[in-house]
């Protein structure tokens, strides 16, 4: 079980670094599906190990707000893109000192 | 040295006024009518109150002074001990328990005052008739004087202190409404500030007065101060003594708040002889002897008014030796005669009627002199420097006439009004106190030498005119208030005869303790008459047999130079009020902005200058802040980690 | 576990490959990889349910949600390689370093024992325990999502609705605005342009060549142009000849007025 935990650890990983490093703000917004996938794995995983079906209902519900976060974080990407004709996440930087 | 009136003082114990003197109100309300008519009517009539408001201003105030003298001779015909009444007009404020009415008490020393008042300034207003006639703004002028008419009113037919306070701030305003009436002179108008800073000090006297009456007493009326006086500590009432003897030095430009008077001779002469010699500065000699109950449980304060009142009377006198502007001699000797007045007054019951007298006495002659004054400025240009005048007796004779009338009876000419009303004072301070008495002699014989020193300079040796003038007797308008003056002013004596103004006043002043002089009454005039004729005779010998030089010369001894600056009265609340505050302001204004502003501006620059580092944090670049955010989250990890591992 | 040791290293690679591929396109493949993937393992870890849920959900739905805004957005944009923050790639590698080093150290100090299984929860059967748990103790949770779910619709509708600033210009306004273009800069009152269509070649991807022997840009899509796939008509002209000669035909035999326009000389004007 232990092999399923070090995977999901190392996709998170994964998908922070992208978070980190991407700039597309598409991409961005798919490592982030990528960490929470990550997260679904290892409660799936710790559901199996422990015998109950809580894990699993926690994954349910990562699910439901991964599906809601994307619907909103895409429609803002889109509405950012319609003004500014740009997709990265550089570009949208004028809200600072 | 004092001791106390037998008895008490007398209480105050008013009747309600009826028939004739249920008019009282109306005295205050015609003047003040006068003045709403010609101050507020004015720029609403459109100019038509400009050409006739002056009849106006006459007409209010004469019959203002009718209803006066009805009042006075009902009065005379009531008895001794009913001669006090007082008129409720309606609840003026009720805070707590302070109720404050609009009343108003007239006595003998109201109904003399009234007279004074509304007569002298009847006459007066008679003649800026004339005096004004060629000032485009005179209507304003005269509703000026009706105020001031109306306030001095006020202020003595009050019967509580809050309705004197009332007239007291009533008459400041106007007289500095009046001094700087000629505000585009600039003189003018830093006379008429420096009058009122300095009357704000004697205000605060006042002011400060009036809340102790009410914390003693729980009222300000006179009846019942003057009924619970002898139930109150002698240090509250030296406290209250002195503090109306600050009201009274700042009100009639007394040592030390003195220095006023001179500058405001800026104004209008015929302001000059009604608020400056005749009524307004007198009030302070009308408040002590009006508040003789406090007075009288107060021996210590009635040294200080004997104090202040001697060393005016000397400084008065000095100052008006050596100026060569014929109003600022005559502002000089109406402080020096009111420094008479006050040390009559500072003497206690004995000495109450005489100030009054000579209060009144003093009234006539200055007024005749300042009127006199401005009917010579009339006629040579509105110069007013004496070295450019000289033998006008031949010019105007009616003004010299009336002026020489005010003239002997100033300097105290035996048979004139000043003779009899300043004798008895000098008897009085020698009964009570011998350096006061001598000094009073002194201030006498200078007396005689500066107003002979004027009289020569301005009426005879030699023309010394300036190029152009044409001295001109005044009109009949400015000449007849003269030459009633001039007859009051010679007259004036005839209210002592037979003791009568000591009985008329004595309902208010109390039974006076007869004690003998050291001296024979008649030895003590002699004295007096000596001194003075000495005075007089220094004046010629200085002024008259001498060519006078028509600028004055600069090298002369120390007295005069001292005397010529005004006994350095100016440069004395410099140097002891004007530069201390001076520095205090500049102090707190550095500490202000040095160290006030230094903390909170740098406060502010500190913050200011750490947002401006920190905010470059804020670099607006989203995986910047997902890179905070991630790193906070690995702390937040390892240090769960090393929590469980440890 | 073998169906783990197969699909763990094909998530990893694709998880990196997201990591790597320039474009946005592939890596929403990549990512559809590492899901599918990840339904496997569900399957294997006694999870039914959340593993069709996953292909159904993730895959099917918000996958595809990401392509359409991929297609909204323009196929073709991609990331530049230069970085732009200073020092931010550096800082990210050292960080995910970290966030790897801090994981295995924590793994390394926890021995799980052998996994329980699900078979005793699972008895009345996968979907049945869910609904069991999921409206009895995870009620008010799973309520709580419907609001989050309406609450996410009603908001993507705000943002991605655009309110009509001016008035919906009408065929004659559009006309009139064209004769207003022709008028102002002698932009061409008629349709584009028909691509080059050549006999021997399906292009659309040919710009037509204008009588001058120039290609018009105006007659290729501009989604093309900007994928970089438009052909040149005068490059490829030169195997003509060539062709022409295979066909054993005369050269220029179709230069006949009835012929097709089939060389860059009789190429559409317009």
Redesign the interface.
Known sequence: ???????S????????????????A??V???V??ML?AC??AL??F????????G??A???V??????????G??????I??TRRS????D?????? | MFVLAEGAAPVVHPAAASGVFSLLWLVIALPMLGAVVLLVGGPLAKGRLDRNGHRIGVALPVLAFVISLAMFIQLLGRSSDNRQLSQHLYTWFEAGGLKVGADLLYDPLSALFLLLITGVGSLIHIYSVGYMASDERRRRFFGYLNLFIAAMVTLVLAANYFGVFLGWEGVGLASYLLIGFWQYKHSAAAAAKKAFILNRVGDIGMAMGVSLFFVTFGTTDFTTISANANKVSEGTMTALGLLLLLAACGKSAQVPLQSWLLDAMEGPTPVSALIHAATMVTAGVYLIVRSNFIFDYAPHARTAVMIVAVVTLLWGAIIGCANDDIKKVLAGSTMSQIGYMMLGAGIGPAGYPFAIFHLLNHGFFKADMFLGAGSVMHGMNDDVNMRHYGVLRRAMPVTFLTFAMGYLAIIGFPGFSGFWSKDRIIEEALTQSWWAGVLAIVGAGITGFYMTRLMFMTFFTDRRWAEGVHPHESPPVMTVPLIVLAALSVLGGVMLIGNWIVNFLEPVTGQIAHENPPLSSLAISAIVVAIVAVGVAAAWYFVGRVEVPREAPADVSWPVTAARAELYGNEINDELVGKPVGALVAGSTYFDRYAVDGFVEGTASAVGGSGLVL??L??????SY??SL?AGAILVVAALLAVNLA | ?TT?WIL?PV??LA??G??FVRK?VH??LL?AI??LS?AV??LT???P??AF??VI??TG??LM??LF??M???VD????VV???TG??F???V??LL??AI??IG?GQ?T?AT????S???APGNIP??AN??FS??VF??EV?SA??I???V??MV??H?ERLEPKATQAMLAAQRMQDYADSGKHLGPLPTPGVFARHNAVDTPALLPDGTASEASVSRVLAARGTVRSAPAMAGDIAGIEKQLGQAPHAGRDRSAPATTEEEAPAT
């Open positions: 079980m232990t092999d399923y935990v070090v995977l650890s190392i996709l998170f990983t994964i998908g922070a670094v992208g978070v980190l490093t991407r700039r597309n598409i991409v917004f798919m490592c599906e990528l996938n679904n794995l799936v995983a559901a199996n190990q422990n015998g109950n079906l809580d699993q209902i994954a349910f519900l699910m439901v707000v991964a599906a809601a976060e994307v619907v909103v895409l429609a803002i990407i889109m509405t893109f319609r997709a990265s996440v550089d949208a930087s004028l809200l600072k000192y | 905010r470059r804020q670099t607006g670049f989203v995986r997902a890179l991630l | 576990m783990f763990a998530m990893v998880a990196l997201i990591l946005a890596a929403a990512l590492v899901m990840l393992l569900y870890l006694d999870a349910f959340l849920v996953q959900v993730y739905a918000i949600l990401f805004v991929l909204l957005v323009g944009a991609s990331d530049s970085e732009t923050i931010q790639r800082m990210a590698v960080a995910g966030l790897g994981f295995v793994l926890v799980l996994a329980t299984g699900l005793g929860p699972n325990a869910l748990l999921l103790k995870y949770a799973f999502t989050l779910l609450t996410a619709a908001g993507a943002l991605a655009r």
